[in-house]
């Protein structure tokens, strides 16, 4: 859902030509999606943005209010484990920020990315 309202934005403001385009295009292709499923109060979920904070330019975060209808699927998957995090889609970490385990990856996408440009 979170991935189909990324591509309607991305398509919207393609054809609109505007600096808008210009900065989704160009983030989007060079900065990794970090996304946080969290609700509305999560304590853990601040606490770890604040962790986050430091890396803070060198990736997109997204987040996704699992208790939204639309994503009652993610809310029936992590409604025990808030905060979760993926990166680029895939499941990256649970509970609490693996500092390591992000930089290690933010690292490895990173390197990735300038290989493909």
Known sequence: MVLCFLSRT???ARHSSSPLWRQLSSTSTNKPVLTLFTKKPCPLCDEAKEVLEPYKRRFILQEVDITLPENSAWCDKYRY?????HLNGKFLMKHQVD????????TKLELQNARNQ
Do not use: A, W
């Open 99 to 106: 500092i390591k385990k992000f930089e290690d990856q933010l």
């Open 81 to 85: 484990d808030i905060p979760v995090f």
């Open 10 to 12: 991305l398509q919207l």
